[in-house]
DNA sequence: GCATATTGGTTGAAAATGTAACCAACAAGC
DNA sequence: GCTTGTTGGTTACATTTTCAACCAATATGC
C-alpha cells in the first residue's frame, strides 16, 4: 500500500518547497530593486562572473532554454545592462558583455547574494551545510 | 567585489537546479501517464495520503495558492479522480475525496515515488540523506 | 559552384501562473 | 430584520513559460 510513503519527505518534493521559499525571498532583491525576472537575473550574474559569452554559452552552462535566454537577453539589453556584439568569426554569435550599469547591478546583487547564502548557512553547522551544498550539486548534474 | 562569490555555491540557485533537475525527472510518472500537472499530482497526494479535505486545507498544508489548488482541482474532477461534497455544515466549503479511479492512480504513482526516492536517496550515504532531507524542512518552513 | 543539413538565435501561439476582482455563504453588530 | 465584514472558492486578465516553426549564417557532400 501507499501509507508508508509521505510526501513530506520527498526529496522532489522538498527540493522543489525549499527552492520555491528559499527563490522567494531572494527575488526581492532583483525584482523590487532592479524590475529583473529570474532568468535575467542569472544571465546577468553569468556575464558578471565569467566575462563575455554567447546566449548558448549561458544556456549550456545555466541549464536554461535558449528562448528564455533570448528574452532575458533582450530584457537586459532594454535595460542596457549588456550589449551585443556580433562575432566576425561565426556572424550568428553574439557575445554578450556587460554595460558599466549592468557591472553595477551585478556587483550590488552579489553581495545581496553572498550575504542571503550566509544567512541561509548560518542556520546549520558547517558540516552539514556542505553536506546539503554537496548534495544538490549531485542532484542538480544531469543524470549520468 | 563580487569575485568571491559563485553562483555555482548559492543555495537558491543550487536548490532550484536540483529542485527542476528531480522534478522534471519525476514528472515523467504523473504527465506521461496520466496527464497531470504538477499541483494535481500534489493535490491528489495530499488527499490519498490525508484523506477527505478542503480545497483550503490542501493549499495551507502544501503552501499552493488557491487558485492553483482551485484549478488543479477541476482538472482532477474532470479526469474523474475526485468528487466534491459540499458540507452541510458550511454549504462554502467542498470536501474532496478521491474516486476509486483516483485511489488507483495515487496507489500507483506511490509507488513511483518511494522507487524514485530511494533511486536519488541511494546517491548518498543514510547520514548525508537524512542532514539533507533535514536541511531542506527547515529551508522549506516558513521564516520564523 | 550548388544543394542539404546544422547551428545560433528569434518569434508566435498555446499552456500555465500570478494578481486582483469577484460571488455566494456565513458571522457579527446593531 | 438589515448592514458590514470575512471566508471559501472561482473567474478574468496580464505576465511567463513552453513548444514548434522559423530565419540567417555556416558547414558538409558532391
Keep these: 500500500m501507499a501509507d508508508d510513503f509521505d510526501i513530506q519527505t520527498f526529496l522532489p518534493y522538498l527540493l522543489n518547497r525549499a527552492a520555491e521559499t528559499a527563490g522567494q525571498a531572494f527575488q526581492q532583491h532583483y525584482k523590487a530593486r532592479y524590475g529583473m525576472l529570474r532568468t535575467e537575473w542569472r544571465v546577468l550574474f553569468h556575464l558578471g562572473r565569467y566575462g563575455a559569452l554567447t546566449a548558448t554559452d549561458i544556456g549550456t552552462r545555466a541549464g536554461i532554454h535558449k528562448t528564455k535566454i533570448s528574452r532575458a537577453v533582450a530584457a537586459l539589453a532594454a535595460k542596457r545592462y549588456l550589449v551585443r556584439v556580433t562575432r566576425d568569426s561565426d556572424r550568428r554569435q553574439e557575445e554578450l558583455r556587460l554595460t558599466p550599469a549592468g557591472?553595477?547591478?551585478?556587483?550590488?546583487?552579489?553581495?545581496?547574494?553572498?550575504?542571503?547564502?550566509?544567512?541561509?548557512?548560518?542556520?546549520?553547522?558547517?558540516?552539514?551545510?556542505?553536506?546539503?551544498?554537496?548534495?544538490?550539486?549531485?542532484?542538480?548534474?544531469?543524470?549520468?
Tied chains: 1, 2.
Design 103 to 144: 557591472k553595477a547591478v551585478f556587483d550590488d546583487l552579489c553581495k545581496a547574494a553572498a550575504a542571503f547564502d550566509a544567512k541561509l548557512a548560518a542556520r546549520f553547522s558547517p558540516e552539514d551545510t556542505a553536506t546539503l551544498r554537496r548534495c544538490l550539486s549531485v542532484i542538480a548534474a544531469p543524470v549520468e
